[in-house]
């Protein structure tokens, strides 16, 4: 791991305690629903990338074969114990999104909620996600970006070198440039709230 992945990486092993009660609020208001939207999707072999404290687990379909992986052990750790009180079946593995250990063309379908605000390298995690994805498989994404208009996009500059030292999530991240960037061309992009919480589906 390069020392600038170890330095976001240490950030999410920090606020792992705490996460689940930061992130309540948007849990409430938004999240559940997009996190259920996405489970309707989800196909044959599934990988998580960024799994977290495990918060999408107790919505996963059961009879899936899913595997989930995340590069903060302690974010892990939490995901483990979820999924033990939960009772569901689920490969968690400590992994690294910009270096996946998979074969080319595992997965029928990957997902990540929330996650690309934070991945350090986002169009090497993105490409890698491509190649373990199988050609006809699909790639679905939730993820918080930039906002276009002009004095939001330019307050969410500026926060954000505060919110990455705290956190180790960029809110100012240009995440569906970046898919572009790693090379995919069939993208569909829809806006869930305003222009800054979109859901991406790329189809490798
Ligand atoms: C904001 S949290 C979201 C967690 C979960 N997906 C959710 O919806 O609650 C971002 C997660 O992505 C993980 N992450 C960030 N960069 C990663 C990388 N390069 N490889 C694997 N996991 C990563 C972090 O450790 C963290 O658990």
Redesign the pocket.
């Known amino acids: 791991m390069d020392q600038h992945?170890e330095i976001?990486?240490r950030r999410?092993d920090r606020v792992?305690a705490i996460?689940d009660v930061l992130?309540s609020p948007m849990e409430l208001m938004a999240?559940k629903k997009w996190?259920l939207e996405v489970m309707k999707e989800l196909k044959g072999k599934v990988l998580?990338?960024?799994?977290?404290?495990?918060?999408?687990i107790e919505y996963y379909p059961d009879g899936l074969d899913i595997t989930a992986?995340?590069?903060?052990e302690k974010?892990?750790a939490k995901a483990r114990e979820k999924a033990g009180k939960l009772g569901k079946k689920v490969d968690l593995r400590h992994?690294?999104?910009?270096k996946l250990e998979f074969p080319d063309q595992t997965f029928d379908t990957i997902f990540?909620?929330?996650?690309f605000?934070?991945?350090?390298?986002s169009v090497k995690?993105l490409q890698e996600m491509g190649r373990v994805c199988k050609s006809g498989g699909k790639i679905i994404m939730?993820e918080h970006v930039r906002s276009e208009q002009a004095v939001l996009g330019l307050v969410m500059d500026v926060f954000n070198p505060l919110v990455v030292n705290l956190?180790?999530?960029n809110i100012n991240r240009r995440t569906v440039e970046n898919v572009y960037k790693a090379g995919f061309t069939k993208v569909e992009v829809s806006n869930l709230s305003r222009d800054i919480v979109k859901k991406i589906q790329i189809y490798p």
């Open positions: 992945t976001i990486r999410y792992s996460y992130e999240l996190r998580e990338v960024g799994v977290g404290t495990g918060k999408n992986i995340d590069f903060s974010m892990l992994m690294d999104v910009q990540t909620t929330c996650v605000c934070s991945v350090p390298d995690g939730i956190y180790g999530a």
